[in-house]
């Protein structure tokens, strides 16, 4: 869709949704733009999204059950969207560019879901999304202390290392955070 502006409910297109589950997602998406998780309700969900309750708890458990597996799908969605997902093991450095350049054309879907005091999930289902890749590639060090340290350390450093230094250039601190987690390849072959 390049050119276009996606709405928030074609974002998810991929998602395999009803046509129920559609309209619970377009309407959570909405209400998600002008209210904090916590302050939306099931009952005036659907009623929004001409849904019966049963419906939606047919779907999902609650509604930190929806925000949750909706934040989940952009982090899939982004690291689907490589061309060279095996990256992460070949070429850690490019994966960890990748990532950041990826989440900014995300940025506004990014915004809705994780706004407020779901704040705190990004880093947590961003390093969910990219195990779940590495140990894709990698199944024999699920469970091995020293590359799920590594992970979490380099997830949460490129991260934060990203977030906390807005003042500068982005595309430069997005190339020097790909330098340092390219130096810490070796410990994670």
């Known amino acids: 869709m390049a050119g276009k502006i996606m ?3 074609e974002y998810f297109k991929d998602m395999k949704l009803t046509k129920s589950q559609r309209r619970i997602v377009d309407t959570f998406l909405k209400m998600r733009k002008k209210k904090d998780l916590e302050a939306i309700k099931v009952v005036e969900l659907c009623e929004k999204a001409d849904v019966n309750k049963s419906t939606f708890y047919s779907y999902f458990h609650d509604i930190y059950d929806l925000s949750d597996r909706l934040q989940m ?3 899939k969605r982004i690291i689907a969207s490589f061309d060279e997902p095996d990256a992460i093991i070949n070429e850690p450095g490019k994966f960890t560019m990748d990532v950041l350049n990826s989440c900014k054309p995300d940025a506004g879907i990014m915004q809705t879901l994780f706004s407020g005091s779901q704040s705190y999930k990004l880093p947590m289902k961003l390093e969910e999304a990219i195990k779940e ?3 894709l590639y990698k199944p024999e060090h699920k469970g091995d202390m ?3 340290v590594m992970l979490t350390y ?5 991260f934060f290392a990203f977030k906390n230094n807005t003042q500068f250039n982005q595309e430069e601190v997005i190339r020097y955070i ?3 987690s390219g130096s810490f390849a070796l ?3």
């Not at 380099?154 to 490129?158: D, M, P, S």
């Open 7 to 9: 709405t928030d409910i």
């Open 73 to 75: 799908e952009v982090f």
């Open 133 to 135: 890749q590495f140990y």
């Open 146 to 148: 020293k590359h799920a």
């Open 154 to 158: 380099k997830i949460y450093g490129a």
């Open 178 to 180: 790909g330098e340092l």
């Open 187 to 189: 410990h994670i072959g």
